[in-house]
Every structure is written in C-alpha cells, then in structure tokens.
C-alpha cells in the first residue's frame, strides 16, 4: 500500500512569511498537532510548526524562528512500511507527502491505523510496549505538567488520585487549547559600545530605553484536575492490536492508557507503538 491511499488531501498549512498567532488559530480551530509552512503564494514546503516547537520557542512570534526548516517527507508512491519506519527512527508526528517540490498531502500515525488494524491480527498490544509510562498528580499545576512533557517527551500522561488510581488524561493537545495568547510590554535597553563615537548619539543619553510589544503563551495557573479528561477510555495489555487501533481511530486518539485486572494504571500505548505491526520482519 502506498502512502497516496492513506495520505490526508487537501492539507491544512500556514504561509511565510507569517506569525505564530496565526499558526496557533489553525491548530486550535482544527484540533491538530502540528502544520507545514509553505511559501506565499506557493505550495513549495518551507518548514513545519508543531505544538512542541510552539512551546519550546514562547517568545518568537515569526514562524520563521519558531518552525523546523529540515523536514523530513515522503512521496505519494512512498510504501506505508517505509513510513512507519520513518515515524519510529525519528519520533516526530507528521510526515509532508511532497511531489514535484509542492506540497500534495500529509500523512501522520492516525492514518495508518486502519492500516494496523487489517494487518496486526496477531499482536498483542503488549508486543509493541517499549517504553515507560510517566503518570502525573491531580494536584500537579498546569505549568509543570507542561514542563514535565517536555523533559520527558511524552505527549500525554495519565492522572492519578490521591490513592493512586488512575482518574484522568492529559495531553499536550489539552494544555495547547487553553494556552492564551498575552501581550505585554518589555523593555529593553540600547548603549553605545566602547569603539562608537559618543557624538554620533547626538545629545541622547548613553542608554536609551526601548519599549516592544511582546506576545507571550499563558497557562492558567490551576491544577491538572479542572481540566483533565476524566472519562478515560482504557486498555488491557494482552488486548489484541486491530480493536486497540480502531479504538484509537474512533475516538480521535493518539493513546491510550493500559490497566491490569484490577483497573491499576499499568502503562500508556501510543499511536507510534502500534506502527511496529507495520514493520517488515
């Protein structure tokens, strides 16, 4: 199968030059993680935003600084074997489907979950696990949850109780969706270096105090528990990997936390783990 059979047409992007304002409107208004940059008035790929390029880079408001320039892509005769391997070598989320330099398609794990679930009849969800599992506090403030996603690279982490039973989800498509946009005003401060002539400054003082406008991201400052996913959609980690996909292809998913028989938090299964099915042997 190639990746024109399952690629998303017609793709959702942003334009350079642009602003992060921009960029953040589309993700929020089509509930997506991430969007390719063309240039103005073309379809030729100029680099890709994601959500964690958005967060990593709060005070850079030209897409320029913010989004990733070497992007790696795929073709439309590409085999959706080599780009299952290609989510997994490099651990990114979307994948530019790229013909004649422009921009046709984009293509990310979601879609190849109808994929996996035609081919993993005999995986279980267990045989794709190969990492851990972060789980946060109720408790836990918004601003270090988002910092503890991105020390640890996880894009969504389960929330525990008081007695450690497993009571919700939040992922970082929560956090970006409640982000606020503020601007304020920075100040900053300009002197004549040691080999300028003071004169050329004619009359003004050595340092001159500039104001800027500056856009800050904001996140409400409460904890986990008033914005967290509470109905939580589980797994159990012998489930089979087609039923675990379709769960995931149903409700819009990129992961889904597992549990054992007594409903104790025993994992987290993503998107990108069930891409192994896909994998030659």
Known sequence: ????????????????????????????EHH????????????????????????????????VMVMTTDVVTVTPGTTVESSARKFLEHGFNHLPVVADGKLVGIITPTNLLPVIAERGGD??????????????????????????MRLSG?????????????????TDRDLFDITDVQEGVTVSEM?????????????????????????????PDVPLEEVMVRDVTTAFYKNPV??????????????????DAGGKLTGMVYCHDLLKVLLPE
Request: net charge negative; aromatic share 4%.
């Open 191 to 219: 002197g004549a270096g040691e080999d300028e002539d003071p004169w050329s400054w004619e009359g003004l003082r050595d340092i001159m105090r500039v104001y800027h406008s500056e856009k800050k991201l904001h996140l």
């Open 1 to 28: 199968m190639r990746v024109k059979q399952v690629m998303t047409v017609p793709v959702i992007c942003a334009e350079v030059p642009g602003n992060r304002t921009d960029v953040l409107k589309l993700m929020i």
């Open 154 to 170: 996880a894009r969504a982490m389960p929330v525990l109780g008081k007695r450690g039973v497993l009571c919700g989800i939040i």
């Open 123 to 148: 995986w279980a969800v267990w045989d794709c696990l190969d990492r851990g599992c972060v789980p946060l506090h109720v408790s836990t403030p918004l601003g270090a949850a988002l910092r503890i």
């Open 242 to 259: 087609p039923d675990v996909a379709m769960v995931m292809l149903d409700n819009d998913y990129g992961q889904i936390p597992l549990v």
């Open 32 to 63: 997506i993680s991430g969007v390719p940059v063309v240039r103005a008035g073309t379809m030729e790929l100029a680099g890709i935003v994601s959500r964690n390029d958005i967060f990593n880079n709060t005070r850079e408001e030209q897409i």
